[in-house]
Nanobody, 117 residues
Framework: VQLVESGGGLVQSGGSLRLSCAAS????????MGWYRQAPGKQRELVAT???????NYADSVKGRFTISADNAKNTVYLQMNSLKPEDTAVYYC????????????WGQGTQVTVSS
């Protein structure tokens, strides 16, 4: 399974961006998708996740500003990011959990988000 991300870029503080991540077709069952980010010199951290049942989870730092959503029919996840802050600057990675005979975890290649002050 390949995850293809899009939507990163440069935006001013207070602006918005929308990230998308599409998984390639598969017979595996999609359990959850999400977004993680890694800033320079820091560990990768969870941003938001959504299960196939629609349950969502957010990092405290993005609650009220970011919204995760998914189109299960297309195995696609979106992250709407509003009121962006310079501290949101990071490489954002898409993550997907599938199940079949085993459980499988996949990562996207990452997309850069830069928020200028």
């Amino acid at each position: 399974v390949q995850l293809v991300e899009s939507g990163g870029g440069l935006v001013q503080s207070g602006g918005s961006l929308r990230l998308s991540c599409a998984a390639s077709p598969t017979t595996l069952r999609l359990n959850a998708m999400g977004w993680y980010r890694q800033a320079p010199g820091k560990q990768r951290e969870l941003v938001a996740t959504v299960t196939s049942g629609g349950s969502t989870n957010y990092a405290d730092s993005v609650k009220g500003r970011f919204t995760i959503s998914a189109d299960n029919a297309k195995n696609t996840v979106y992250l709407q990011m509003n009121s962006l802050k310079p501290e949101d600057t990071a490489v954002y990675y898409c993550n997907a959990l599938f199940s079949g005979a085993f459980e499988y975890e996949y990562w996207g290649q990452g997309t850069q988000v830069t928020v200028s002050s």
